[in-house]
């Protein structure tokens, strides 16, 4: 008792990660290996087109699978127990032991099945491509203090926009400039009421929300479906392969033959990232996010500051929404981000409202759900609404503080007033 | 006298906005369905006609939006009563909007913000559909049988929220749009199980609920309306008198108003927050269950509809004010019924409804641009939509 009371909140967090480990990696050797009734070879299948070197496929017995995944968990959980005696960090070991249970439970789930597995990941980016842009939207609000719940309004806004300019003028650049105006347009609206009118910024972002929904099905209905020919027939955008990268094998084909749209989302979440934590905007972005009357008292202007980078944010979540219609599908359905910006807000607080946490998060949260897609095709003894679950419910453990409390920018919310009592 | 007088001009202060909000918002609405239309586009050369053309297809939708919520001529001809049929629709889609309303409104006078209604609405659901299906018992038992399986089911739905906040600090807001995702996956997989598959049917709905378990109608198989407006109008009483009589009401503002005074007051936070859940979940179940047993006799995937988010646009616009929150809910309830005839009769689609509904809550939230468009002094502004951060 005295022990465990001696350690750190760093220390606790990371012995409880790590008897976590522990404990799934137990779990899945018993739930996985043991009591696996019938055992049937799993074939993992990787699509060949350019790359260097071919690798083609891969098939293990599903038991043997099963059962040396989590051994392999076990190894890295115990090694995780070790880093945290010797009081080091145990991210390395998680992310390892993470995998081996995962791939565990693939063995186990689609036993005498395929599993397409380039395809898994390829889908996976791809699903995660608007959670990421969505998640950055977030950080640039809650990172300079206002609360975002209005993402999935500007992704929206974003899909719609692009939808149909690409569509009136059947070219999908148009619809790329056109998008992230329309994000920034929903984000004016929050940044007014929020900043200048001081309004409780998740009552906001929720009506905005409202608001965008209302008026896209409106006019969906209203234009788009009674003049399809004109309104809504946009083009796609189409991949472009990245000369030598592209054939770098298994990840080139992932990440360097996308469309344009995935690769302006790398170079914003460098961006970002780097912006964030290295330069002077970034730290009064934090500072401001952090502590606004400390910031004030150095010349900082704070509501400037909030204002442009809500606007900022909304050019980066539109841009996202363009994802949807000229990225994807090229005509716009009537709320076709269907939650997305939910996801995106639950990366963003499952990645602990950091840039590169929140694309970890989104990229978890892809591969979930297209993992639940391909599992629900082949079939699978877990039903898929559990696997569709699992992002919303990592997200309530991760803010309860089970493993480790995820913490807001302290003046998240809250807005400020020069002399005010904040 | 004085003191009547006084009230009179408080009531007209704090209802002003509303009002005016409310005018604005239709007015927009108005504004966008006139110029949706691109066929008026081609009146552009005679501004008259334009305008005409406009300002018709907008009246000529609301002229629908009322038929559709209070009185429609068209229904009289076998029998004058019959034209009120649209007015027994917005009851009937008033009844769980109020309860769901009360659910947001309560947590707000608790300082919770209640995102979940749709999620405990939708385990309040289930909470009765199973009930009432599964068991057969004698007439008035089973439907209050059924009743309490849906508050049991969304008060601990609800109180997990409360819970979670209290022993752990995570955000209600956070924790309810994540509970509300859960909710619906699991309705859809309860709905796939072989206990809730209805005989000879794939898609997803459940057994019709027994007749024992209804809810009566109130006039005659004619009309939908059923007792569930009274239910909860009766809630809505006891909300009343709950936060303005009792001592639990006393905590439960106290907490929402000064968190850490209440606590130095030797109130126990953490139990005024779990409970507090545990109502607002129980009131968005009841709005489920008398959506199941009243109206639609049966759960369905799509059960909860927008219930839970409307909820909160009426808490908003009712002012967190249990009176106000029926009101508003009556509003929406009109304007959710009128919709559908508005959709079906003109061209204009029913998610004009929706717009309105944002629109009138924004105007209210911020009542310093509706004193600058009205040039007012007098107007109550909306302090209860003071802002408070993730971490409070």
């Known amino acids: 008792m005295n022990k465990v009371s001696k350690l750190t909140p760093i220390q606790k967090r990371r012995q409880r990660g790590a008897f976590s480990l522990l404990f799934l990696s137990f779990a899945s050797l018993i739930g996985f290996g043991i009591l696996q009734k019938n055992t049937a070879p799993v074939t993992y299948k990787f699509v ?15 038991r043997t699978g099963s059962y040396g995944f989590s051994c392999a968990a076990l190894i890295f959980a115990i090694w995780a127990i070790f880093q945290f005696r010797r009081n080091k960090k145990i991210q390395l070991q998680s992310a390892l032991g993470g995998f081996a249970i995962l791939m565990a439970f693939l063995c186990w789930a689609a036993s005498g099945k395929m599993i397409p597995f380039t395809g898994l990941l390829q889908g996976a980016l791809l699903l995660s491509v608007p959670l990421i842009f969505g998640a950055m939207a977030g950080v640039l609000c809650e990172r300079s203090g206002v609360i975002n719940i209005a993402i999935e309004g500007q992704l929206l806004a974003g899909a719609f926009a692009a939808g149909v300019v690409a569509s009136l003028t059947q070219n999908t650049t148009w619809g790329l400039i056109v998008a992230p105006l329309a994000g920034a347009l929903i984000s004016l609206i929050l940044a007014v009421f929020a900043i200048k009118f001081s309004i409780d910024q998740v009552i906001l972002g929720f009506v905005i929300n409202v608001l965008v929904i209302g008026m896209t099905n409106f006019l969906y209905k209203k234009l788009l479906i009674p003049y399809q020919n004109t309104w809504n027939s946009g083009p796609i955008l189409s991949p472009i392969e990245i000369p030598i990268l592209s054939k770098i094998p298994l990840l080139g084909p992932i990440f360097f033959n996308q469309t344009i749209i995935v690769y302006l989302m790398y170079l914003i979440v460098a961006v970002i990232h780097l912006s964030l934590f290295k330069t002077r905007w970034g730290l009064r972005t934090r ?136 | 006298m004085n003191k009547f007088k006084k009230y009179i001009e408080e009531t007209s202060k704090s209802i002003a906005l509303p009002l005016l909000a409310f005018f604005l918002a239709i007015l927009s609405g108005g504004l966008l369905i006139a110029f949706s239309d691109p066929k008026i586009y081609k009146l552009w050369k005679s501004p008259l006609e334009f305008l005409g053309t406009g300002f018709a297809s907008a009246g000529h939708a609301y002229l629908a939006l009322i038929q559709g919520s209070i009185f429609d001529g068209n229904l009289t001809s076998k029998n004058f009563l019959l034209g009120f049929y649209p007015l027994s629709e917005t009851f009937v889609v008033a009844a769980p909007l109020i309860l769901t309303g009360l659910s947001v409104t309560l947590a707000f006078r608790a300082g919770l913000f209640n995102i979940g209604a749709q999620g405990q609405f939708i385990f309040g659901a289930i909470g009765a559909s199973y009930v009432g299906f599964h068991y057969n018992l004698p007439p008035v038992i089973h439907a209050l049988a059924a009743i309490l399986g849906a508050i049991v089911l969304a008060g601990l739905w609800g109180g997990l929220v409360g819970f979670l906040k209290a022993r752990t600090g995570a955000h209600e807001v956070i924790v309810t749009i994540m509970l509300n995702y859960i909710s619906v996956y699991f309705l859809l997989w309860l709905l796939s199980t072989q206990t809730f598959l209805r005989k000879g049917r794939q898609d997803p709905i459940a057994p019709p609920v027994n007749e024992n378990a209804r809810l009566p109608k109130l006039f005659g198989m004619d009309y939908r309306i059923n007792l569930g407006i009274f239910i909860a109008l009766g809630v809505a009483y006891l909300i009343h008198i709950l936060l303005s009589r009792t001592t639990w009401g006393f905590q439960f503002r106290s907490v929402g108003a000064n968190t850490l005074a209440a606590k130095t007051a030797g109130m126990s936070v953490p ?39 409307d909820a909160i646009t009426v808490a908003l616009l009712g002012r967190a004010k249990p009176l106000g929150t029926v009101l508003a809910a009556l509003l929406f309830g009109a304007l959710r019924a009128g919709g559908l005839t508005m959709q079906a009769n003109t061209t204009t689609p029913i998610d004009i409804v929706l717009v309105i509904q944002a629109l009138v809550v924004l105007f209210i939230a911020a009542p310093a641009m509706v004193r600058a468009i009205f040039k007012l002094k007098n107007v109550k502004s909306g302090t209860d939509m003071a802002a408070k951060g993730w971490n409070g």
């Open chain 1, 48 to 62: 060949l087109e350019k790359e260097w070197i071919a690798i083609n496929e891969w098939t293990l017995d599903s």
């Open chain 1, 287 to 422: 500072a401001v996010g952090e502590h606004p009357t400390a910031a004030d008292s150095v010349g900082i202007k704070v509501n400037n500051l909030r204002f442009r980078n809500v606007i900022f944010a909304g050019l980066v979540a539109g841009l996202g929404g363009a994802y949807f219609t000229v990225g994807a599908v090229g005509a716009f359905g009537k709320e076709m981000t269907a939650g997305k910006g939910f996801i995106a807000l639950a990366a963003l607080i499952f990645g602990r409202w950091s840039p590169l946490g929140a694309v970890m998060a989104a990229l978890l949260f892809g591969f979930a759900d297209n993992l639940q897609g391909i599992l629900s095709i082949t079939g699978t003894p877990i039903p898929s609404e559990f696997m569709l679950m699992a992002p919303y419910i990592a997200t309530i453990i991760a803010v309860t503080g089970f493993v480790g409390r995820v913490r807001a920018p302290a003046a998240d919310g809250i807005p400020y007033n020069r002399g005010g009592s904040h």
């Open chain 2, 271 to 309: 139990f005024v927050m779990t409970s507090v859940m545990v109502i607002c979940g129980a009131l968005a179940g009841l709005g489920g269950a008398v959506q199941v047993m009243g109206s639609e006799y049966a759960l369905t995937a799509g059960v909860a509809g927008s219930f839970g988010f």
